[in-house]
């Protein structure tokens, strides 16, 4: 690792719709960047533009203090990471930015530790136009001095960076996070369905979301307690959220009741009518 007044040098592997704009972000940090792809067209913008090209993993792990890995999926990072553990130096971090299994990150996180090499789990949330402006989120496993010691140049593409705990963590974040996303998506297209079965136009329906999410912060508006159990009637969260429960659950029974009248199922809003209680986190008493 460089020593205390240097800045670590970097390293990128994977330069596609994300990797680019996340390298990209990296030019100009003190320390310099390293970048590799199999692709020769994906590295020459960046080596344009000051980054070093690499001519193999093997270049970048020899050339890099924390190494960044935005490939396909699990064989690729577990291909990529083999051939990096087989050059980095002791104190040689290797983050994982690819969306995979979360147990792949914590198997190689140990297998490499004898070596003193950390593998890290750091996928990320918001897109590539997030990543082009430096405001992506990303969820990083690691042990709490490595966390640290890779903040610096995360923030370069990341506005948010969160330790989520040890290697693995970070991608159990990012699954939770996705499964809200593509529930909500699923939840979308039913909402679709009924509306369109209403006669309403579906493109106004539309506006209407996105204007009223980016005032109510959407499903994120809940998610403000540090447990699932239900909240004692002295929480300060208490009231508002029985109050949200009684109207979701008045918007949701007329929602079914449309659903109805209109010949259309809305499983997901069911679903939602029973659980929306108990996920405030205020149930409805037993008895």
Not at 5 to 11: A, I, N
């Amino acid at each position: 690792m460089s020593s205390p007044e240097e800045q670590p040098r970097l390293g990128y592997i994977g330069l596609g719709n994300m990797g680019a704009p996340m390298a990209q972000r990296l030019l100009d940090w003190p320390g310099g960047v390293t970048v590799f792809d199999l692709r020769a067209e994906a590295m020459a913008p960046l080596t344009e533009a000051g980054a070093r090209q690499a001519d193999s993993v093997a270049d970048v792990a020899a050339n890099a203090d924390i190494i960044s890995v935005t490939v396909l999926d699990d064989a690729q990072v577990r291909e990529v990471v083999a051939e990096l553990a087989a050059g980095a130096k002791p104190g040689t971090v290797i983050a994982i930015h690819s969306t995979i299994a979360d147990t792949t990150a914590a198997e190689l996180a140990a297998s490499l530790e004898p070596q003193g090499v950390h593998v890290i789990d750091a996928p990320v949330s918001g897109g590539a136009g997030a990543a082009q402006k430096g405001q992506l989120a990303t969820m990083v496993g690691a042990q709490r001095a490595v966390y640290e010691q890779i903040k610096p140049a995360f923030k370069c593409w990341a506005s948010l960076v969160i330790h989520a705990g040890e290697p693995g963590a970070g991608t159990r974040m990012k699954l939770a996070r996705n499964m809200l996303t593509f529930t909500a998506y699923a939840a979308a297209g039913e909402a679709m369905k009924l509306a369109e079965a209403a006669g309403l136009d579906l493109q106004a329906l539309g506006r209407v979301v996105r204007h009223t999410d980016a005032l109510t912060g959407g499903p994120g508006a809940i998610m403000l307690l540090d447990s699932t159990a239900p909240l004692p009637a002295d929480h300060f969260l208490h009231d508002a959220f029985t109050h949200t429960r009684g109207l979701g659950e008045k918007d949701l029974g007329l929602a079914l009741g449309l659903g109805q009248a209109t010949g259309v199922d809305l499983p997901l809003a069911q679903v939602a009518l029973t659980e929306l209680a108990a996920g405030l986190g205020v149930p409805h008493d037993k008895d």
